[in-house]
């Protein structure tokens, strides 16, 4: 009698802790949040590549064209207010400001999107829509972090839960074999689950501060070790230097081969950066065919033109790209910082400017720039 009444109590025990399983595995379905996020970005980056090609009207594409992304776009910023998404937009005030001014600039653009073949239209609307661009990687970044949260969390339910079935093993091997069998059953499909969710949340912190392209750093996490470098710089005197890069020729090879090539294109480059730079230094990938390059300890302008030629050089040998071989250069700026008073944003324009000088003295060469004016708009 006892024996039967602990059968029925365990099997009842049994039975919740199933669902309770079940319940913490459905917290896995909220990870599409980070996926709609990168999709929309991804779809506007593809609408400003055609406003870019239809206003200088060298590769083909028409206003209906134009017109047919920016739907797309449309469609999927408004499952941006939907599901898992709207539950993670609706979860901070900062989220719900930067989709706001994501619908309110969207609203503003409609019209010039479909009158895009008068006259001024089409650069007005590339004008409207050009603040997305900062906000959208910053809400990408915001809900990639925000599903590895979740997956911590449903991580260490899992393991509370992994813990729980083990002991209820102990305790039941008295009421029989059978049931032994059926807990380790359950016990295996659990430690699976715990692996699985243990990879997601490592792949998914990995993406939310590198490039999904080339697999370099990305924005946010460049800033975070060029902030890291400039303490240093402040508290010990340590000289930081970036180099600031932009690939010449791309466009050419992009619009003639397409965006399939053009991306090869871009992980062939980020290949050849990490491979030119000393194993210390960080590559990053700013966007488009923009990257920098933080350097590391020990640095000097000797140094930072010694990598700038290796660059320059592994970049500009021939590659062979969809059954041809292309020739494509790199131009790059340097900026070493000295001052501790020097901000993120000073450092950044100065390495811009120098990039602007070296593009504007026959690109393919480096150049160096050494004084920071007031910053009047932020760069990084």
């Known amino acids: 009698m006892l024996l039967g009444a602990g059968f029925i109590i365990g099997a009842a025990y049994f039975l919740w ?16 949040v980070a996926w709609v996020a990168n999709k929309a970005e991804s779809e506007f980056f593809r609408l ?18 134009v017109i047919l992304r920016f739907d ?63 906000i959208l990687p910053h809400l990408v970044g915001v809900a990639n972090q925000y599903v590895a ?22 305790g039941m091997i008295l009421c029989g074999f059978g049931l032994i069998a059926f807990m380790k059953w359950q016990n295996d499909l659990l430690e699976g689950a715990h692996d699985e969710v243990q990879d997601l949340a490592k792949n998914l912190t990995h993406l939310a501060h590198h490039d999904a392209l080339t697999g370099l750093t990305n924005r946010v996490l460049f800033r975070q070790r060029l902030d890291a470098d400039l303490d240093r710089l402040r508290t010990h005197g340590e000289a930081l230097t970036v180099l600031y890069l932009d690939l010449d020729g791309f466009k050419q ?14 992980r062939i480059v980020a290949k050849r950066l990490q491979n030119a730079i000393r194993a210390d230094d960080i590559p990053a990938r700013r966007g488009g065919d923009e990257f920098a390059v933080l350097l590391r300890d020990p640095v000097s302008i000797d140094i930072a033109e010694t990598i700038s030629q290796r660059i320059i050089a592994a970049i500009s040998a021939p590659i062979g790209l969809d059954r041809q071989e292309i020739t494509i250069g790199t131009s790059i700026g340097i900026f070493m910082a000295k001052d501790p008073q020097l901000t993120r944003d000073e450092i950044m324009r ?24 007031l910053p009047d708009q932020q760069v990084a």
Do not use: C
Request: aromatic fraction near 6%; charge should be negative.
């Open 149 to 170: 949260d979740l997956i911590t969390e449903n991580h260490v339910a899992l393991m509370g839960l992994h813990r729980t079935f083990t002991f209820m093993m102990i």
């Open 48 to 65: 400003q590549h055609s406003l870019l090609a239809y206003r200088t009207g060298d590769s083909g594409v028409t206003a209906d064209d």
């Open 253 to 266: 090879v992009n619009d003639k081969l397409g965006h399939a090539a053009g991306d090869e294109l871009l």
């Open 72 to 134: 797309i776009v449309q469609s999927r910023f408004n499952m941006l207010k939907d599901g898992n998404f709207g539950t993670f937009i609706q979860s901070s005030q900062d989220t719900k400001a930067a989709a706001d001014r994501i619908e309110e600039i969207r609203r503003a653009a409609e019209p010039l999107i479909y009158s895009i073949d008068k006259s001024g239209a089409a650069v007005q609307a590339t004008a409207i829509l050009e603040p997305i661009a900062t």
């Open 350 to 373: 100065g390495a811009d400017k120098a990039l602007y000088q070296a593009k504007s003295e026959g690109r393919g060469r480096y150049r160096s720039f050494d004084i920071v004016p």
């Open 17 to 32: 802790l199933i669902a309770d399983r079940q319940d913490k595995l459905a917290g896995v379905s909220r990870l599409d």
